[in-house]
């Protein structure tokens, strides 16, 4: 900053004209940054190309006023905090004044500045120039900060929750109470709705952040319908082999397909699979891939992501949590190279009543 004000000092001059064919004017006019300076009397002396692009000005804006320029056509307060380091110079000329705003320009997305600005003093140091501010677009940096922050957030909100749920799921088996599966179901669908408001309440993230569009629909549905009908032989085959093996595995008398064992829960299944996925993908697995780093951040996301919930369906008992781990897995992998969770709600859905209806589960 100190160099940039020596440069301006040097190439203002006197008569307060710029150098056109001098070295300094270049290499300000080149900067990565935006440079901006204003005289003390509100008029600006320079603004380089960076900074017009950064502040969305299409025109030569030199030697008008800063606050018809800037402040006249807005006058919503939303770009407050880049003017405030203007007049933070202007009204306190010993100190740097160095920080974050945000910037909004007509017809331009809301973009982060880093912005450092100071008084400008001639030679002398008492002959006041003006205002000198430099600043850069962090947009990037900010929203990945802002993501990770928030990533961590949705992680320790998902923990409470699996810690309230495994309690709670201990509690009942000390109090020698055993609540039917489909009842723990339903609580961690409560729990996991919570836990999703909570999410929407304290953090950026929407709806549109998850992978609800379907950009190519062969690309996704087809693998998934193929998956889906080779895993639904798997269990039919695999249910023929343990009756051979071992018959007691499944209830006495119980028809090969039975329909008895359907409940309410089935009829609304439809719903939850949407939720548990857009819970498990969407809201889990990505933020996961925020918060790690490195060339395993995708695998570390899907793997934490898929034993989390795993864990959510222990009252099943080990073989069924194992199992949902392991297709929660699989959906994860898919979900990494597809980006939407229709086809995974099919594959989940499909398995889920077939599993339930061959007597897997109860």
């Excluded at 300000?28 to 009397?41: Q, S």
């Excluded at 973009?111 to 008084?119: A, M």
């Excluded at 819970?279 to 995708?298: C, D, H, P, S, W």
């Excluded at 992998?333 to 939407?340: A, F, R, S, T, V």
Aim: proline content about 2%; glycine content about 10%; some cysteine.
């Amino acid at each position: 900053m100190l160099w940039i004000c020596r440069c301006i000092d040097d190439w203002v001059g006197d008569d307060m004209t710029v150098e056109k064919n001098g070295i300094i004017p270049r290499i300000l006019r080149d900067m990565n940054d935006g440079v901006l300076v204003v005289d003390m009397h509100g008029k600006i002396i320079f603004l380089n190309d960076k900074g017009c692009n950064m502040l969305g000005v299409d025109e030569d804006v030199s030697g008008k006023n800063y606050g018809r320029v800037f402040l006249e056509d807005r006058d919503d307060g939303s770009n407050d905090g880049v003017h405030q380091f203007v007049l933070d110079a202007v009204y306190d000329k010993e100190h740097i004044h160095t920080g974050e705003a945000v910037y909004q320009a007509e017809n331009q997305e809301l973009k982060s500045f880093r912005l450092t600005s100071s008084f400008l003093y001639g030679e002398d140091g008492e002959k006041k120039i003006g205002i000198v501010v430099v600043f850069s677009d962090v947009t990037e940096v900010a929203k990945l900060n802002r993501q990770r922050r928030e990533a961590s957030a949705v992680f320790s909100v998902l923990m409470i929750c699996v810690c309230v749920y495994l309690f709670l799921w201990s509690l009942l088996r000390h109090l020698n109470m055993e609540l039917p599966g489909q009842v723990m179901s339903l609580v961690i669908e409560g729990i996991s709705i919570i836990m999703f408001f909570i999410i929407l309440k304290t953090t950026s993230f929407s709806i549109r952040d998850i992978g609800l569009k379907i950009s190519n629909p062969k690309q996704t549905f087809v693998p998934d319908i193929a998956i889906t009908l080779a895993a639904g032989i798997l269990l039919v085959v695999g249910k023929v082999i343990i009756l051979r093996i071992a018959p007691g595995f499944f209830p006495e008398g119980a028809p090969f397909w039975d329909w008895s064992v359907g409940t309410f829960a089935d009829v609304i299944y439809p719903f939850t699979v949407v939720l548990q996925e857009f819970l498990a993908r969407g809201v889990m697995q990505e933020n996961l891939n925020r918060i790690f780093t490195g060339k395993y951040a995708g695998l570390l996301s899907i793997v934490v992501s898929a034993l989390v919930f795993g864990v959510l369906h222990i009252a099943y008992g080990f073989p069924y949590m194992l199992g949902a781990s392991l297709l929660l897995g699989i959906l994860g992998i898919l979900y990494h190279k597809q980006g939407n969770i229709w086809g995974l709600c099919i594959i989940h859905y499909v398995l889920g009543e077939i599993a339930t209806f061959l007597r897997y589960l109860i």
